[in-house]
């Protein structure tokens, strides 16, 4: 049977005690005081603080894996040792930034650590392991089909000794935050090349003159702050040819370097936001009276109940399937499961949240739960990294060549 070793479960004890006495008290001042900021954007004190008792806990990095355990306090976790890690920090939403293993930070700082120059590192891979800045990761167009990465139009035009980009970027998740400092921008630089060799990543400082925030898009009607979602526009902006990620032509491997890791880590954060919407709703149907009789004496809650736990156990089971064989062959082996866990989780994490909305009733539609929230992001992850339909494609298309003899 696959599972965590020792030192995982280890961790995940030290992991639930820091949640259990400094997270979930503080889930309704956390919500408080982003309602009340005067800048949504800005860093909030609540969260850097608990980030300074998570350091101090030695919960800090959990992410990095275990050829980068030179970044790691622990030596690095695998992606089995880490998948549970992943589920409980996922069971509150704003939690992974407090253990600095929030995205888009984590999938840079992989990038970093794979592919990063000694002074690309030292200028950001290092303060971003410390959490001292944020970053953003600026890949999807919207002027384009962005479910076709080939797609990508902006500019990259070598210029003597810099870089010079043109182009819009849309959904830059993290942009619009005052901490974030540093941008991955993925852009054509190689037209000339095949279509899979045209694009390169280039680092670009979030305050690089030319660099413009046209507006801060909603997702349904949320502004995922602090980070925020943002819609940028490149204008002459002139970066140094040593900010170029491994090399002209390189974007497509350094994307799905990044990609492959980070849709893994969120389904199983995924897991853990519909896990504890269950627990939720399970104490909802014991508790709220309809009709003379708790909820939970009716059949129709008692089905719902079930179908979730079935559905969650599901889609946990395959992560961890996924994480063994990443494990064990590596990311190009994997490829199958991490598509079927792009296409199950964030749908799973949806269907289980809106089962708990109608057990709920009007508490389940207002700020009074997670619930709404992880509704939304189940619904809005069903479109980012890769819409289920190109996943989907990718997964019949593998399948089909594996067991046609």
């Known amino acids: 049977m696959i599972g965590p070793s020792e030192k995982s479960a280890?961790?995940?004890?030290?992991?639930?005690?820091?949640?259990a006495e400094h997270i979930?008290?503080?889930?309704?001042?956390?919500?408080?005081a982003l309602a009340g900021a005067d800048n949504r954007f800005a860093s909030m004190p609540l969260v850097e603080s608990l980030k300074d008792m998570a350091r101090t806990a030695g919960l800090w990095n959990l992410f990095v894996p275990p050829e980068y355990a030179e970044y790691s306090?622990?030596?690095?976790?695998?992606?089995?040792?880490?998948?549970?890690?992943?589920?409980?920090?996922?069971?509150?939403?704003?939690?992974?930034?407090?253990?600095?293993?929030?995205a888009p930070d984590t999938g840079n700082m992989e990038v970093l650590m794979k592919f990063g120059t000694e002074s690309q590192k030292a200028a950001w891979l290092q303060p971003l392991l410390a959490g001292e800045i944020r970053s953003a990761y600026a890949m999807t167009e919207p002027q384009v089909a962005s479910s076709d990465a080939t797609n990508m139009e902006l500019e990259i035009r070598r210029d003597g000794d810099e870089y010079v980009l043109n182009?819009?970027?849309?959904?830059?998740?993290?942009?619009?935050?005052?901490?974030?400092?540093?941008?991955l921008v993925m852009g054509k630089s190689n037209p000339e090349n095949d279509r899979h060799r045209q694009h390169s990543t280039i680092l670009v400082p979030?305050?690089?003159?030319?660099?413009?925030?046209?507006r801060t898009l909603r997702a349904f009607d949320s502004l995922h702050s602090p980070g925020g979602e943002a819609e940028l526009?490149?204008?002459?902006?002139?970066?140094?040819?040593?900010?170029?990620?491994?090399?002209?032509?390189?974007?497509?491997?350094?994307?799905?370097?990044?990609?492959?890791?980070?849709?893994?880590?969120?389904?199983?954060?995924?897991?853990?936001?519909?896990?504890?919407?269950?627990?939720?709703?399970?104490?909802?149907?014991?508790?709220?009276?309809?009709?003379?009789?708790?909820?939970?004496?009716?059949?129709?809650?008692?089905?719902?109940?079930?179908?979730?736990?079935?559905?969650?156990?599901?889609?946990?089971?395959?992560?961890?399937?996924?994480?063994?064989?990443?494990d064990r062959e590596g990311l190009d082996g994997a490829r199958p499961y991490i598509s079927m866990i792009k296409i199950v989780a964030p749908k799973m994490a949806q269907e289980v949240a809106d089962r708990a909305m109608q057990i709920f009733g009007g508490m389940g539609v207002c700020q009074d739960t997670m619930i709404p929230e992880v509704f939304t992001i189940g619904r809005f992850c069903r479109i980012a990294d890769g819409p289920d339909e190109v996943h989907m494609s990718q997964l019949g298309k593998l399948t089909a060549r594996e067991l046609t003899p």
Not at 24 to 32: D, I, L, W
Not at 77 to 92: C, I, K, N, Q, W
Not at 266 to 281: H, I, N, P, S, T
Request: with cysteine; charged share 25%.
């Open 24 to 32: 979930y008290p503080n889930e309704a001042a956390h919500q408080e």
């Open 233 to 326: 526009l490149f204008e002459d902006v002139r970066v140094p040819v040593c900010n170029m990620i491994k090399g002209e032509g390189c974007g497509f491997e350094v994307a799905q370097g990044r990609l492959g890791p980070g849709r893994f880590q969120y389904a199983m954060g995924f897991v853990g936001m519909a896990q504890r919407c269950l627990e939720l709703m399970c104490a909802r149907a014991q508790e709220r009276v309809a009709f003379g009789e708790p909820l939970i004496k009716k059949t129709s809650i008692q089905h719902e109940i079930a179908r979730s736990r079935c559905d969650i156990e599901q889609c946990r089971l395959l992560t961890l399937q996924a994480a063994e064989v990443m």
């Open 167 to 183: 182009g819009r970027k849309w959904w830059t998740t993290g942009a619009v935050g005052l901490r974030c400092k540093i941008m």
């Open 73 to 102: 306090d622990h030596d690095g976790m695998s992606f089995l040792d880490y998948a549970p890690l992943a589920e409980e920090m996922g069971r509150v939403i704003w939690s992974p930034e407090v253990f600095n293993c929030n």
């Open 206 to 214: 979030r305050d690089t003159p030319g660099v413009k925030l046209v």
């Open 10 to 19: 280890r961790i995940l004890g030290e992991l639930k005690a820091f949640m």
